[in-house]
């Protein structure tokens, strides 16, 4: 198994609080990836970085942002959370970008808005 | 972006073959088939991927379409660890949003 961990992996907060989620890495892989997944969806790409300070945005990025000041670790923080951003966050790594490359994944947060 | 179709839903039975059907009617040449898993309460796992001709792995089969408009992935023979959310999705040569649709609930029966 690829070495993704994530943390916390179940949090629950108040509407209003900041939160951060922390996902690290051992496998030197370039790019990292936060998405996060609702019931009776798919999921869906927040926000992904393919280096140290390098991100961009995806699909759902209202609302969140996120940082990587080393290869091994990317945070997504949620500056004021909201009962809408209740989800379970998946973090993934992959080697590189190309269509032929695998997308590995974390086990997930599971993070409650109240 | 290329979008795929998939039923929502499947049963099967143990150790019997199951093929889970994928269309991708508007996929350009360039898009890559990729199959990712769910397991209850994990993180989604690849499975496997090709781009025009049948792919074998040790977790299964890629039968691809001719005309490249469908693909089929195959188990070939299904044990209850199999049951998952099975996910087909397009990825083009350089593309960094892996679009997951509903997928497929692959029920394993005993």
């Known amino acids: 198994d690829a070495g993704i961990t994530q943390s916390p992996r179940h949090k629950v907060t108040e509407t209003g609080t900041p939160v951060t989620l922390r996902c690290h890495q051992t496998?030197?892989?370039?790019?990292m990836y936060w998405y996060r997944q609702d019931p009776g969806h798919g999921l869906r790409l927040i926000h992904y970085?393919?280096?140290?300070?390098?991100?961009d945005k995806g699909e759902v990025s209202d609302g969140y942002s996120v940082s990587r000041s080393k290869t091994e670790d990317f945070l997504l923080t949620l500056e004021s959370a909201t009962s809408s951003q209740t989800s379970v966050y998946f973090c993934?790594?992959?080697?590189?970008?190309?269509?032929?490359?695998?997308?590995?994944f974390g086990p997930g947060t599971r993070l409650t808005v109240l | 972006d290329a979008k795929t179709t998939q039923p929502n839903s499947m049963e099967s039975n143990e150790e019997e073959p199951v093929h889970l059907p994928c269309n991708h009617s508007t996929i350009s040449g360039t898009d890559y088939i990729h199959w990712y898993r769910q397991l209850p309460s994990q993180g989604p796992e690849y499975v496997i991927h090709?781009?025009?001709s049948n792919v074998n792995n040790r977790m299964a089969s890629l039968a691809i379409a001719e005309d490249r408009k469908s693909s089929t992935l195959i188990l070939h023979r299904a044990t209850l660890r199999d049951a998952a959310v099975y996910y087909c999705?397009?990825?083009?040569?350089?593309?960094?949003?892996?679009?997951f649709g509903a997928g497929t609930r692959l029920t394993v029966k005993p």
């Open positions: 496998e030197n892989h370039r790019y």
């Open positions: 993934a790594i992959s080697p590189g970008d190309r269509g032929t490359d695998t997308q590995y």
């Open positions: 090709g781009l025009t």
């Open positions: 999705i397009l990825r083009d040569r350089v593309n960094n949003d892996m679009r």
């Open positions: 970085s393919y280096g140290v300070k390098d991100t």
